[in-house]
Each structure stands twice: as structure tokens, then as C-alpha cells.
């Protein structure tokens, strides 16, 4: 197991109702290759501003991977 599965387990042991949700960054930024202007920058972080809020609006808790 990677330490972040570890680490999510023992937070379900100890907090049962709290609702965890890993997220890759890559994936939710929508990259499939490198990042070359500021342009993409932004994009890429409005992206997951928008994906995080709307998680943490709803009572999700994150670990960012």
C-alpha cells in the first residue's frame, strides 16, 4: 500500500463519518503533458479551485495527491 491509502485508512478508523476523497492533481487539472505558458497555468488552477470548493462545499474532506 502507498502511504497515502495507509494514511486514509487510519483516518476512516478514527473519524468513521467524515468523508475522504484522494485527488490527483494531473487528473483533475486535466494534463496530459507539461504545462508551457501561464496561460496553462491559470487553466489548470481554476480547474482545481473549481473541483476543490465543490468538494469541500459539500463536506469532503481532500488529500491532494
Not at 492533481?25 to 473541483?51: C, K, M
Request: cysteine-free; charged content about 30%.
Amino acid at each position: 500500500k502507498r502511504l497515502s491509502d495507509v494514511l486514509a485508512a487510519v483516518q476512516r478508523a478514527v473519524q468513521p463519518d467524515v468523508k475522504l476523497e484522494r485527488v490527483s492533481l494531473a487528473r483533475i487539472a486535466g494534463l496530459g503533458g507539461p504545462i508551457s505558458s501561464q496561460e496553462g497555468v491559470d487553466e489548470a488552477v481554476e480547474r482545481i479551485r473549481t473541483y476543490l470548493t465543490e468538494l469541500v462545499s459539500n463536506g469532503i474532506r481532500v488529500i491532494l495527491e
